[in-house]
């Protein structure tokens, strides 16, 4: 018998059984980097400083004031101003490139990082050791299990290449010894394909010795080079410990790239920004030295007059027409990145034609949503991208395989890289005679 209702309108809610993409996230960057042992440090604060172990895995950090007190920052900048002994000064000055990186990042917009510790930084750290183990969760390889990762950095790489120095003065890195620290993030990003690499190049080089350099890493035409950025010069920064120091600008273009998601979407290209809380940059570079460097997929930083200082260069490694720009190279695996995780629930449905319709749905209002936001190029949705889910590319032979296949095809927007004008005189109007 039916529960008794008194007279009125029902509404009964039923499931419409559309399935939607949601957008992956663009913006999380990993930072790898020296950091002091935890051995010696106060348990009071709050939160508690990370130990060792936690130091070695990735730790996702929300601001600078938790890093700072999870990393001991404090501890850090009080025993480098006590320090008399060479060696010991320049141990704990290997910590703080990873510290202005992080601190860079949250200054420049982002929200959310991880960080990845070595906690031995008075020695040298191999291409074996920054590679980590992935049952261990240590190095490169522990980044595996965190997939919302988009941008891998290593403030520390050319710190790594040696042991800390006895003397006084320390001894430039070389960059040969770097070059395989370089092969094992890039290979890194490549293999996983939803993140980039934020290289930074030796420090001290000029313009003439950076496009050197350049041609010791991965030909520009490779699937590597894809997954790669370089960003000169280094930047002089005001210092966590109010210490102006010159560091790899690698933290505060990660905190740029995630602003511009923030204000415009990952399809805009991260340039034409200011970078925050840089005093100054350790090269000025001219056009002529600027434009070489573009050519060769450096992306500089520069000075103009009552800007201040900007990124301007958004470039892959890459010479390759589909992925030579950066937010070209972002948008395809970020709606890749979308898809995939938002399609999941297609696994073990059964494989017909409702299921083929039902993809295609979903693909399409998302790629509608972005050509709408402005990530895709034309005039319609049909200019901008096309789904092919059906009978066509899903024939007996692939159903009997377990598989379904949806193929996709976007425009992405590329930026307006050089914009020229063409500037002509009039000429003026014969004057009167009287």
Not at 22 to 37: H, I, M, Q
Not at 52 to 80: M, N
Not at 400 to 418: L, M, S, Y
Request: proline share 8%; aromatic share 8%.
């Amino acid at each position: 018998m039916p529960n008794p209702t008194p007279p009125g309108v029902f509404v009964k809610e039923l499931p419409s059984g559309v399935r939607t993409i949601t957008g992956a996230s663009t913006s999380v960057p990993a930072f790898l980097g020296y950091t002091k042992a935890s051995a010696n440090d106060a348990r009071d604060a709050t939160p508690k400083p990370f130990t060792d172990a936690e130091r070695a895995v990735p730790q996702k950090i929300g601001s600078w004031r938790e890093f700072a007190a999870r990393y001991s920052i404090a501890g850090i900048t009080k025993d480098l101003a006590d320090a008399t002994d060479p060696a010991t000064i320049h141990t704990l000055e290997r910590c703080l490139p990873l510290a202005e990186a992080v601190h860079g990042f949250f200054a420049n917009g982002g929200g959310t990082c991880y960080v990845v510790g070595f906690t031995s930084p008075q020695s040298a750290a191999s291409p074996e050791y920054l590679k980590g183990n992935v049952d261990a969760r240590t190095g490169l390889a522990g980044l595996e299990t965190v997939p919302e990762i988009t941008m891998v950095a290593v403030p520390s790489l050319w710190d790594m290449t040696a042991d800390a120095s006895p003397d006084k003065e320390v001894p430039a890195p070389e960059p040969a010894a770097g070059l395989s620290r370089i092969a094992e993030v890039v290979k890194h990003c490549t293999e996983l394909r939803n993140r980039l690499a934020i290289l930074d190049p030796p420090p001290g080089q000029t313009p003439d010795q950076v496009a050197t350099f350049t041609g010791t890493l991965a030909s520009p035409d490779t699937d590597d080079a894809a997954f790669t950025t370089l960003y000169y010069p280094w930047i002089t920064v005001p210092g966590v410990d109010a210490v102006e120091r010159t560091v790899p600008p690698c933290g505060h273009i990660a905190g740029v790239w995630a602003r511009t998601d923030a204000e415009r979407g990952v399809f805009k290209a991260p340039a034409n920004q200011n970078l925050r809380g840089a005093l100054r940059l350790e090269t000025l570079l001219t056009d002529d030295e600027h434009g070489e460097l573009n050519a060769k997929g450096v992306n500089c930083l520069r000075v103009f007059p009552e800007r201040g200082l900007l990124v301007w260069g958004a470039r892959t490694r890459s010479t390759t027409r589909d992925w030579r720009y950066l937010n070209v190279r972002r948008l395809v695996s970020y709606l890749s990145d979308s898809i995939r995780q938002s399609s999941t629930w297609a696994t073990f449905e059964p494989n017909d034609e409702r299921l083929w319709a039902t993809l295609r749905h979903s693909v399409s209002s998302f790629l509608t949503d972005q050509w709408r936001q402005g990530a895709l190029v034309g005039r319609t949705p049909d200019e901008a991208f096309y789904v092919i889910c059906d009978d066509t590319n899903n024939t007996p032979d692939t159903m009997d395989d377990g598989k379904v296949i949806c193929d996709i095809g976007v425009a992405p927007v590329r930026p307006a890289e050089f914009v020229h004008f063409t500037i002509t005189q009039i000429a003026g109007q014969p004057g009167r005679t009287t």
